[in-house]
């Protein structure tokens, strides 16, 4: 006896057998973040901008940024709570995204410790001196 499959179930694989094989796969919604949160996400190539997750979106989060610019949906992997680093979690070689200028973050790692001022070595190979801890996030 010879059992057919229904449209909805033969819809499904082709949909899982496609994404296969392009490689595409659902991305789940950062952990801890929740829509209204502050968030500092990938904006562009190396740029890290503040914002306010909106709401979840197929990548991620639908972020709103700070500078006005439209909302845009952003992957999970690429959204971070907005965490502003505290003296005690700060020390040399922790990972934070640090202020380069205006309100662009930038990926990097603290070098030294002068008091309250923290030196960044960026992963694109510049340094900056002289940052305070509100110029800096955790990652």
Do not use: H
């Amino acid at each position: 006896m010879k059992k057919s499959m229904s449209k909805k179930a033969i819809l499904g694989l082709v949909v899982g057998m496609l994404f296969v094989v392009t490689g595409c796969k659902s991305t789940p919604a950062p952990v801890g973040i929740q829509p209204g949160d502050k968030v500092v996400a990938l904006w562009s190539g190396s740029s890290w901008y503040e914002g306010i997750a909106e709401a979840t979106c197929d990548k991620g989060f639908s972020v709103k940024w700070n500078d006005g610019t439209p909302a845009s949906c952003v992957v999970a992997e690429k959204v971070l709570a907005n965490k502003e680093a505290k003296k005690e979690e700060v020390k040399v070689g922790t990972p934070v995204f640090a202020k380069w200028s205006g309100v662009a973050f930038y990926d990097g790692k603290i070098s030294a410790v002068n008091g309250d001022k923290y030196s960044v070595d960026f992963t694109d190979g510049t340094k900056k001196a002289d940052l305070t801890l509100s110029e800096l996030r955790l990652k």
